[in-house]
């Protein structure tokens, strides 16, 4: 994808994107963000924003990708063999947009209601944890809840499509 920042024609690039990938377009007041867009995307409860030369994909509490769904598109391979490809889907489709690449598992996180009531029995404040911190209360199974991730960033049109295949799945 091709760094639309400053670009005013990004709009135009914004609806190729998104038809491509089968996603709804949305018109909306006219940002004034790095890209200056009037058109985001909405697939089922998944909302799509373009920032430099990503997507921002994002779906409320509760409703994001479940932890197992979420690992397997990490963990698929990416379709395009090359020296400078990446070799699974986690590289280009980034979980909470962390450049390193984290596995779900690091991010995947259960509904607040169940952060309410497992930090209650199990005594701590988790509003004022980390998320490295909550985690690993969720991967050891001191949090105990079905967990989601909610927050994406995709890097490549290939990436984009496979995310829509996915939510369409769902």
């Known amino acids: 994808m ?3 920042a400053g670009n005013k024609d990004a709009d135009a ?8 990938a089968g996603i709804d377009q949305v018109k909306c007041e006219a940002s004034r963000k ?3 867009y009037s058109i985001t995307g909405l697939l089922g409860d998944w909302t799509f924003e373009r920032a430099w030369y990503y997507w921002k994909a994002s779906a409320p509490d ?3 990708l479940p932890l197992e769904i979420a ?25 909470a947009g962390d450049c390193s690449c984290p596995h779900p598992e690091k991010w995947a996180f259960p509904t607040k ?9 199990i005594g701590i404040d988790w509003k004022q944890t980390c ?5 690993e209360l969720c991967n050891n199974g ?8 909610n927050s994406y960033h995709i890097d490549d049109q290939i990436g984009l499509n496979e995310f829509a295949k996915v939510i369409r799945s769902l």
Not at 13 to 20: C, D, K, P
Not at 71 to 95: A, D, F, M, N, S
Not at 113 to 121: A, T
């Open 142 to 149: 001191s949090i105990i809840g079905e967990r989601f991730v």
């Open 2 to 4: 091709i760094n639309l």
């Open 62 to 64: 509760g409703k994001g």
């Open 131 to 135: 998320y490295r911190d909550l985690a």
């Open 34 to 36: 790095e890209v200056a």
């Open 113 to 121: 209601k169940v952060f309410n009531k497992e930090s209650k029995r």
């Open 71 to 95: 690992t397997q598109l990490h963990e698929l391979e990416y379709p395009i063999v090359g020296h400078k490809q990446p070799k699974t889907y986690g590289e280009i489709i980034r979980v």
């Open 13 to 20: 690039y914004i609806q190729s994107e998104l038809h491509i």
